[in-house]
């Protein structure tokens, strides 16, 4: 398990919230910085896909995000007792999980490795597949996920924007400050 994936599993007991409300608080927290980090990312990997079709490179950073997203994903499936309850109550609002799938599946689609080179149509034929650069920002926007993120309080500051990060990662020109 590489140092980021043991990061996100890490979680320090609220004695407030006991350890079942810790756990659930840690992995929220660290899926709403993940989901919305990775979002940046596919956008910018989903345009790379289209201008560049696969490479062993672009299908690694795939690969790895959907581990990540996967690694979350799975640490709160295997507690359905507490999605159900989160999912009931009035107090707080469900984890958009379909949204965070949709977004993991979209990774494993673009990397997918049982795709010919030598297949022409193999790219855009999996990039239909995905969602859009488009769609991926737009689950961002829905309303399920703007009411996790603000009951969250998910304006988190990381020590680089993901926009910086992973324009160096992909080899990009740095983007430009958009206007107030």
Not at 2 to 7: D, F, Q, T, V, Y
Not at 10 to 27: D, K, M, V
Not at 110 to 126: E, I, N, P, V
């Amino acid at each position: 398990m590489n140092a980021l994936r043991r990061e996100l599993l890490s979680y320090e007991e609220i004695t407030e919230l006991g350890p079942e409300g810790s756990f659930l608080a840690g992995r929220q927290a660290a899926l709403a910085v993940l989901f919305i980090d990775h979002t940046e990312l596919y956008r910018r990997l989903y345009h790379r896909y289209e201008q560049d079709g696969r490479s062993d490179e672009l299908d690694a950073i795939a690969l790895d995000a959907a581990g990540n997203l996967a690694t979350l994903l799975q640490t709160l499936r295997a507690r359905q007792d507490l999605l159900i309850a989160l999912a009931r109550s009035d107090d707080f609002p469900a984890v958009p999980v379909a949204f965070i799938d949709q977004l993991q599946f979209s990774f494993l689609l673009l990397a997918d490795q049982r795709r010919s080179d030598s297949d022409s149509d193999s790219t855009g034929y999996t990039l239909d597949a995905c969602l859009s650069a488009e769609e991926a920002a737009g689950q961002l926007e829905a309303e399920i996920t703007v009411a996790w993120l603000r009951d969250l309080n998910a304006d988190l500051v990381m020590s680089e924007p993901s926009a910086s990060r992973f324009a160096r990662e992909l080899g990009e020109d740095e983007p430009a400050d958009e206007p107030a």
